[in-house]
């Protein structure tokens, strides 16, 4: 039953941000150092989900995800330790559901304010998990990813119709995707030319080229910090569909 006091009813709102005063004490477990976690599982078998309810472990239905509190009972002297029992516990979910289900695991709570947040970065983690082809994943052991991800996204809409980068992917359109890869590679490799022409399998001087090419088409000052810096986050949210080599 998933009435208005229940604990799942009262999680649900925890996660939602929407908690009633009652709810923290209607979760019948501390929350400070808890973690959700975030189960992508097609058809979750409800004898399953039974099974880890009775287990002790506390589970809602989120956008079609399965979501898991995890209250630790004991204290860790060390992060390490915790995380070593975090992952047990993603091992756990996954053994008990399919090889086809991903898990996204928050950082610890510090109160039930942080729950709403922390459901995000389980999701998150869950996303990139899934693109990296791991059965699970740590957000905090990926917390830069989650963030330029999600600050890569917010750029599209920011940047002014017609910049230089939408010029360069109309032209890599026509002869293929020689410059825009050429670009990611050398400005994630810290503008390492030698670095970024082994990622490509090319010459140096090709890349070089490339490069002044980059420079010709599209109007870019690869010198300046603040042009590479947008260069960089809108290069991110590309490779999500094109993932360099």
Not at 58 to 78: F, G, K, M, N, Q
Not at 98 to 114: E, F, I, K, N, Q
Not at 204 to 225: F, K, M, S
């Amino acid at each position: 039953m998933d009435g208005p006091t229940t604990p799942a009813a009262a999680l649900r709102r925890l996660l939602a941000g929407t908690a009633l005063v009652a709810d923290t004490a209607a979760i019948g477990r501390p929350l400070e150092g808890a973690r959700v976690l975030w189960l992508k599982v097609p058809a979750p078998s409800a004898s399953v989900v039974r099974s880890l309810e009775d287990e002790g472990h506390l589970i809602v239905e989120v956008r079609d995800a399965l979501v898991v509190l995890w209250c630790p009972s004991v204290r860790w002297d060390e992060q390490g330790h915790e995380q070593v029992a975090a992952k047990r516990l993603a091992r756990q979910l996954l053994r008990s559901f399919a090889a086809t289900a991903v898990v996204g695991v928050s950082a610890p709570a510090r109160s039930a304010l942080d729950l709403p947040a922390l459901l995000n970065d389980a999701e998150d983690a869950a996303r990139l998990a899934t693109e990296a082809g791991e059965p699970f994943l740590l957000a905090e052991e990926r917390w830069s990813d989650i963030a330029l991800r999600r600050v890569a996204g917010k750029c599209a809409g920011a940047l002014a119709a017609g910049n230089p980068l939408s010029r360069l992917v109309a032209h890599d359109a026509k002869v293929g995707r020689e410059l825009v890869a050429s670009l990611a590679a050398w400005l994630r490799h810290d503008r390492d030319t030698v670095a970024a022409a082994t990622t490509l399998h090319l010459h140096p001087n090709t890349l070089r080229y490339r490069l002044r090419r980059v420079r010709e088409l599209a109007g870019i000052d690869l010198d300046d910090p603040r042009q590479r810096l947008v260069l960089e986050l809108m290069l991110l949210d590309w490779q999500l569909d094109a993932p360099l080599g």
